[in-house]
């Protein structure tokens, strides 16, 4: 029976034809193994997953596999980020059990949920051997299973558990944070750590803001040598923009090729402020193809964006993208194949496999004559015309809250900065369909797809990515409705999901219960759900001088102060709100009739301190209290500056405004 047919999941659908009776994850599933009385085999992945496909063609497949799975299990197939509740349960118990973690992820579960067994990917003839030893477990030492799996879920809880030790966020905690990062930096390669190389995106977001506070040129030249070696290696689309997961190497060469919406919307955020904070060419020019990245290749026809592109093209990974000598001549012709292998570092040895190679950016392109540049721009575009000939990733298209949220967000910052109205309208089109189609009776559902929105509620990561993404869209447009959607939903997270204690659970008191309640603080591929409401409360108790929002944002920092210092790859997120509540945050408001092309406003935005929120628009505009009571002074423009609720002299000139922005 295909039951999977109707998912809003493309992962889910990926498998829908599979001889494997699958079940979504559902508490029919559960019952059905009640049942039968069979074990349960719960496989989560995602869409653009290269070794969950693997898996899938070698196991899932295959009639014989299927067969075994059918007679003896019911299997349940998760979209891991439609399910990040599910996901993070199982991970870790994933990780007790074996040290490791990874996807797919493959666990044995007895019918009540309680895992006995995970482990990541298995070969076909693994897979099948652990099957029948299970199934034979299952039956004749059913009383140790079930003791190994209570070992499991008492260790769950262990690790999940809230309530330990807190401390304040202060400034000599975020500056142990930037000395250990620079400790683990990579000076030569940029990044930290070794193979696989992940960008950074959360940590040097941190640095800058630390940078900005303390004037540390350590701090910035990180960002600066990190930034330009990820952009000049492979693990950017040299082509087109957008950056891969993660490098398989320590120096950038070689991408896993798939792409994320959350990583290239939070990559899109340091260009973007990097350009900002130092007018570096370079970090302008990525900043731009990354958004236009986002935009064109992860749009969607009925709104919002797509979270991935596939690693894979036919099964085979980075098809698309590697190229050599010859076909670069092919495309080209003598003269400019040859240009464009010096460029991109193309040779006859190839750095990826069968003598191929990934495009790699060899040579400066931002600071060089005229003629190169536009050299670089027709062959780019040319070869770019012709790789789009060639079979391409396959796009996971549903729209997941969090991540829009992280892109609306930096797109805003982007537009913003740029003054451009494509991206932000664009912002403010993705917001829509967040408060249109995710928004329902007054909660936030975590996944659309098509235009339909999904079943799977909204976790805690939702709720504050999009909070914040609200509230930079009221910092866009003026408009008081952003920040009252933002201010419900953070209200929702404090009621929801709070433990009482100053921290926060991942998943809201009245959600499906699951063998334990998911409460990670940590960073990592994305903001922990902590981090991303915290990162709201401190906007939105700044864009509406409501000092409750900053003390709740406080507390839930402290809870994961004690980390910050002796983990700091590990807590980016946390440490940028933490950077943003030393600073102030400043308030700006400018009162104009011009709030677009006003020198003011774009003074404020260009020179804001960390994690400062503007505000432009007419004096006592409805909905913005920071434009409440405060008077165009002289009839002309106005800027008010405050910090922590405490106001300096309203300025008329840039240069007045700019001082007092510039204080440390």
């Not at 019952?31 to 496909?53: K, M, N, T």
């Not at 070698?58 to 980020?81: Q, T």
């Not at 396959?394 to 109205?421: C, H, I, Q, S």
């Not at 906007?539 to 004690?562: I, N, Q």
């Amino acid at each position: 029976m295909n039951r999977l047919a109707s998912a809003t999941s493309p992962y889910l659908l990926q498998h829908a034809e599979n001889p494997v009776d699958w079940w979504p994850w559902s508490d029919e599933a559960f019952a059905e193994a009640r049942r039968r009385d069979v074990p349960v085999l719960i496989s989560v992945g995602y869409a653009a997953c290269h070794w969950c496909h693997v898996m899938a063609h070698e196991s899932f497949e295959d009639p014989a596999v299927g067969k075994l799975l059918n007679d003896n299990f019911v299997s349940i197939k998760v979209d891991r980020e439609e399910r990040p509740d599910v996901d993070a349960v199982y991970m870790t118990a994933t990780q007790a059990m074996t040290g490791q973690g990874g996807w797919p992820m493959t666990v044995l579960a007895a019918p009540d949920g309680t895992p006995f067994f995970c482990g990541t990917y298995f070969p076909r003839v693994n897979f099948v051997r652990l099957l029948e030893s299970v199934t034979t477990a299952w039956r004749d030492q059913r009383e140790a299973v079930l003791r190994q799996g209570a070992a499991v879920v008492e260790a769950i809880g262990g690790a999940q558990a809230v309530g330990g030790p807190t401390a304040p966020l202060t400034a000599e905690l975020l500056d142990a944070a930037a000395e250990q990062l620079g400790r683990e930096y990579d000076s030569v390669n940029g990044g930290f750590g070794g193979a696989p190389k992940f960008p950074p995106h959360m940590n040097l977001l941190f640095q800058l803001r630390h940078y900005q506070r303390t004037g540390s040129e350590r701090t910035l030249e990180i960002v600066r040598h990190t930034a330009e070696a990820m952009a000049r290696g492979g693990i950017y689309d040299q082509l087109a923009g957008g950056f891969a997961r993660y490098s398989v190497d320590a120096h950038w060469t070689v991408p896993h090729f798939e792409k994320m919406l959350y990583d290239n919307a939070l990559l899109l955020r340091v260009y973007t402020q990097l350009w900002r904070l130092t007018g570096d060419r370079l970090a302008q020019r990525v900043a731009g193809e990354t958004a236009a990245f986002l935009l064109n290749d992860l749009g969607t026809p009925a709104g919002g964006l797509a979270s991935a592109l596939d690693a894979d093209t036919g099964g085979v990974e980075g098809a698309t993208y590697a190229w050599t000598p010859a076909q670069l001549v092919e495309a080209l012709g003598t003269d400019d194949g040859r240009f464009a292998a010096d460029l991109f570092t193309v040779t006859e040895a190839g750095t990826f496999e069968h003598g191929t190679s990934v495009l790699e950016l060899g040579r400066d392109v931002d600071d060089v004559d005229p003629e190169v540049a536009d050299r670089w721009q027709r062959v780019r575009t040319e070869l770019r015309a012709v790789r789009d000939l060639r079979p391409q990733p396959a796009r996971d298209d549903k729209v997941v809250a969090a991540w829009n949220g992280l892109a609306v967000t930096a797109l805003v910052e982007y537009a913003t900065l740029t003054g451009d109205p494509v991206t932000a309208a664009a912002a403010v089109d993705i917001a829509e369909v967040l408060a249109g189609r995710h928004i329902v009776d007054g909660r936030l559902r975590r996944v659309s797809r098509d235009g339909k929105v999904g079943e799977p509620a909204g976790v805690l990561e939702d709720y504050g990515a999009v909070a914040e993404a609200f509230c930079a869209v009221h910092q866009l447009t003026g408009e008081g409705r952003w920040l009252t959607l933002a201010g419900e939903l953070l209200d929702v997270a404090l009621t929801r999901f709070a433990t009482g204690q100053g921290g926060f659970y991942d998943t809201a008191d009245d959600a499906e219960q699951l063998i334990a309640r998911p409460a990670d603080p940590t960073d990592n591929a994305t903001p922990s759900g902590l981090s991303a409401v915290v990162a709201g409360l401190v906007a939105y108790s700044a864009l509406t001088g409501e000092p409750r929002y900053r003390e709740v944002a406080e507390a839930a920092l402290a809870t994961v102060a004690p980390i910050v210092a002796r983990h700091a790859r590990f807590t980016g997120y946390a440490a940028t709100s933490g950077e943003a509540l030393l600073s102030g945050p400043y308030e700006v408001a400018v009162v104009t009739a011009d709030p677009v092309g006003d020198p003011l406003v774009a003074a404020a935005r260009r020179h804001a301190p960390p994690g400062a929120v503007v505000v432009a628009g007419a004096p006592d505009q409805e909905g913005v209290p920071l434009l409440a009571d405060r008077p165009m002074l002289d009839g002309g423009s106005t800027a008010y500056v405050c910090r922590g609720f405490v106001c300096d002299r309203p300025v008329r000139t840039v240069e007045d405004l700019v001082a007092q922005l510039s204080r440390r």
